[in-house]
């Protein structure tokens, strides 16, 4: 029963008709722009790959 009602209770509020007065309904607005850039920030060069062993390897031919 307690879980017939949470449904019931769900349903409903997921139903609700919430509109501007225009008949349309409100929609959340981006803050975002893309792409995102940092103006402020310092420009660092990011670190070069190093290769991790200083000999050869050699494979099975």
């Given at each position: 029963?307690?879980?017939?009602?949470?449904?019931?209770a769900v349903i409903g509020l997921g139903n609700s008709n919430i509109s501007t007065g225009d008949g349309s309904t409100p929609r959340p607005q981006t803050t975002i722009r893309y792409p995102i850039r940092f103006d402020d920030a310092p420009a660092v060069r990011a670190p070069q790959p190093r290769p991790t062993v200083s000999y050869p390897i050699r494979w099975e031919r």
């Amino acid at each position: 029963m307690i879980f017939s009602v949470v449904a019931l209770a769900v349903i409903g509020l997921g139903n609700s008709n919430i509109s501007t007065g225009d008949g349309s309904t409100p929609r959340p607005q981006t803050t975002i722009r893309y792409p995102i850039r940092f103006d402020d920030a310092p420009a660092v060069r990011a670190p070069q790959p190093r290769p991790t062993v200083s000999y050869p390897i050699r494979w099975e031919r």
